[in-house]
């Protein structure tokens, strides 16, 4: 396992904090607007400001084309299919329930590590997928009866978490020698032309102008997740091993949770707050350093 450096513990917390109030955000924005068109929206008008950053870093645009077949997959298996799953999963179910059933994405990445990429886990790693398996049952304890009524909402969130784990073990093995950034550009433009085409094609006649509270959630989406927070765990899944990576973004699913029951009233159980404690020990077990052994003398 491997300890965070400054710069991806910066990194780190705002990205925490930004997922994490984006579940009832997202809630809120999709209330009363059709949700591929609300992704849409988000896409599009985010898709400048990480061009603006792109272009203030001196970061290249051009991908040469003998990556774009790899780039697609990426984009596929990162963001195509991860944000229309979740977006309809946020649509029909609580917003903090949506969010631990997308950050079931960490149990995945073991799972597909192992299978695929022969990973091999270390008793801490086990350690702390298991406190994470176990966190996110609590936090479903009382949703199976709700859920067993949506059980195509939840199967399309689960499906997007395997998806996403399956893109971050690819991203961390990736053989294109490009910047994060510009691959996290053009995995955002690919995404918002295949966003488009769901809409129109499930959403045209559902088409009106966002409300206040729509834009309110579009803008921050654009701004701080497609802008952002994207681009900056697209740096961390390639500079961490994917187990650290996931399981160093645990807190998101928990601060959706309790945003969630602050800002949308949704109740928050005694299941809840053991999940915590589960998560912090899922994050310690693979990000604390470990212990090394006396220096050998040198004769």
Same mark, same amino acid.
């Given at each position: 396992?491997?300890?965070?450096?400054?710069?991806?513990?910066?990194?780190?917390?705002?990205?925490?904090?930004?997922?994490?109030?984006?579940?009832?955000?997202?809630?809120?924005g999709v209330a009363d607007y059709p949700p591929l068109?609300?992704?849409?929206?988000?896409?599009?008008?985010?898709?400048?400001?990480? +061009?603006?950053?792109?272009?203030?870093?001196?970061?290249?645009?051009?991908?040469?084309?003998?990556?774009?077949?790899?780039?697609?997959?990426?984009?596929?298996?990162?963001?195509?299919?991860?944000?229309?799953?979740?977006?309809?999963?946020?649509?029909?179910?609580?917003? +903090?329930?949506?969010?631990?059933? +997308?950050?079931?994405?960490?149990?995945?990445?073991?799972?597909?590590?192992?299978?695929?990429?022969?990973?091999?886990?270390?008793?801490? +790693?086990?350690?702390?997928?298991?406190?994470?398996?176990?966190?996110?049952?609590?936090?479903?304890?009382?949703?199976?009866?709700?859920?067993?009524?949506?059980?195509?909402?939840?199967?399309?969130?689960?499906?997007?978490?395997?998806?996403?784990?399956?893109?971050?073990?690819?991203?961390?093995?990736?053989?294109?020698?490009?910047?994060?950034?510009?691959?996290?550009?053009?995995?955002?433009?690919?995404?918002?032309?295949?966003?488009?085409?769901?809409?129109?094609?499930?959403?045209?006649?559902?088409?009106?102008?966002?409300?206040?509270?729509?834009?309110?959630?579009?803008?921050?989406?654009?701004v701080l997740i497609f802008g952002f927070a994207h681009?900056?765990?697209?740096?961390?899944?390639?500079?961490?091993?994917?187990?650290?990576?996931?399981?160093?973004?645990?807190?998101?699913?928990?601060?959706?949770?309790?945003?969630g029951a602050l800002w949308l009233g949704e109740t928050?159980?005694?299941?809840?707050?053991?999940?915590?404690?589960?998560?912090?020990?899922?994050?310690?077990?693979?990000?604390?350093?470990?212990?090394?052994?006396?220096?050998?003398?040198?004769?």
């Amino acid at each position: 396992m491997q300890t965070l450096t400054l710069r991806q513990f910066a990194l780190l917390v705002p990205l925490t904090l930004v997922w994490g109030l984006n579940w009832p955000v997202m809630k809120l924005g999709v209330a009363d607007y059709p949700p591929l068109a609300f992704r849409t929206l988000s896409l599009w008008l985010g898709l400048p400001v990480l +061009g603006l950053a792109l272009i203030a870093m001196k970061v290249p645009f051009r991908v040469p084309r003998r990556y774009w077949p790899e780039l697609l997959w990426l984009a596929a298996t990162n963001m195509f299919v991860w944000h229309a799953c979740i977006i309809l999963a946020v649509k029909a179910l609580s917003s +903090g329930r949506a969010a631990i059933l +997308g950050y079931t994405m960490p149990v995945f990445s073991a799972v597909i590590g192992a299978l695929l990429f022969k990973a091999v886990l270390t008793r801490r +790693g086990w350690l702390g997928v298991s406190a994470c398996a176990l966190g996110v049952a609590l936090l479903l304890w009382h949703e199976f009866t709700h859920l067993a009524g949506r059980p195509g909402y939840v199967a399309l969130a689960l499906m997007a978490a395997a998806t996403w784990a399956l893109g971050t073990q690819l991203l961390r093995h990736t053989r294109i020698e490009l910047p994060t950034l510009t691959l996290s550009f053009w995995m955002t433009a690919l995404t918002a032309v295949v966003m488009t085409l769901l809409s129109l094609l499930f959403e045209r006649p559902q088409w009106q102008m966002p409300g206040s509270a729509a834009w309110a959630a579009i803008a921050y989406n654009a701004v701080l997740i497609f802008g952002f927070a994207h681009a900056a765990w697209f740096y961390l899944a390639r500079g961490l091993p994917p187990v650290a990576s996931t399981l160093s973004v645990m807190l998101i699913p928990v601060l959706g949770v309790f945003s969630g029951a602050l800002w949308l009233g949704e109740t928050v159980y005694w299941q809840d707050w053991t999940a915590v404690v589960l998560m912090m020990i899922a994050i310690a077990s693979v990000l604390w350093p470990a212990r090394t052994g006396p220096a050998l003398k040198r004769p």
